[in-house]
């Protein structure tokens, strides 16, 4: 089993609407929880981090974690086409190794 | 003014060869890191350094060494390239040291293609 999961996509919504991205984690003693936007051909870029149960809302984002299911997830609103790219969730295990899944592409059709 | 540099941004060889990817940081990090990143897009640390010192180093050959000067500065020198090394290698830093590696920040990656 994976460390982190994410459905690969690609997710495509249209401009305006809700992205809602998905990515559960094995190990029950992960603490901290990450979201990573990729543009294609650039490095990733630090967009969320959650450490508690619940939700953190930033601007058009929000990151919602659930330890109890090993469940954390991003919600994009008001989707634009700059949103298109590649979303990486990373997860912080008791070892300090940052584990991340394989990223969930996603496209805003405008 | 850039945070995390890295050099070269892309490097074309032949296998046999061997090569260095150099990686510095302007943001007084005390954690530095390597990761590479294959064609499915996906991202597997490597190796990292807390203030020159390894504290990852996961199952990579013999053939990858890192090598960190100062804790601004992680090379990263690989011998006898094989085809399977063609990647995109990133390197990053991250203000925590060893509290969990959170807040990374990472380079503009080095698109390594291996002839």
């Known amino acids: 089993q994976k460390e982190v999961e994410q459905n690969s996509g690609p997710l495509s919504v249209p401009e305006g609407a809700i992205a809602s991205l998905n990515c559960t984690y094995s190990?029950?003693?992960?603490?901290?929880f990450f979201w990573y936007r990729q543009y294609s051909g650039k490095s990733p870029e630090l967009i969320m981090f959650?450490?508690?149960?619940g939700d953190k809302e930033d601007g058009r984002f929000t990151a919602q974690l659930n330890k109890a299911s090993q469940y954390v997830s991003l919600l994009i609103r008001d989707s634009q086409p700059s949103d298109s790219a590649t979303y990486l969730c990373a997860v912080n295990p008791p070892d300090y190794k940052l584990s991340f899944g394989a990223g969930t592409t996603v496209t805003v059709r405008a | 003014d850039t945070a995390v540099s890295q050099t070269p941004k892309y490097l074309v060889t032949q296998m046999g060869n061997d090569k260095s990817i150099k990686c510095e940081q302007n943001l007084g990090h005390d954690t530095m890191y390597w990761y590479k990143q294959d064609s499915k897009k996906f991202l597997k640390i490597m190796f990292s350094y807390n203030n020159k010192e390894l504290i990852i180093n996961e199952t990579v050959p013999n053939r990858f060494s890192p090598k960190s000067p100062d804790k601004a500065h992680l090379n990263l020198h690989i011998n006898s390239l094989e085809l399977g090394d063609s990647a995109v290698y990133f390197c990053a830093s991250s203000p925590h040291g060893l509290a969990g590696g959170r807040l990374q920040f990472f380079g503009p990656g080095t698109r390594l293609t291996v002839l």
């Open positions: 190990d029950r003693g992960s603490q901290s």
């Open positions: 959650i450490y508690s149960n």
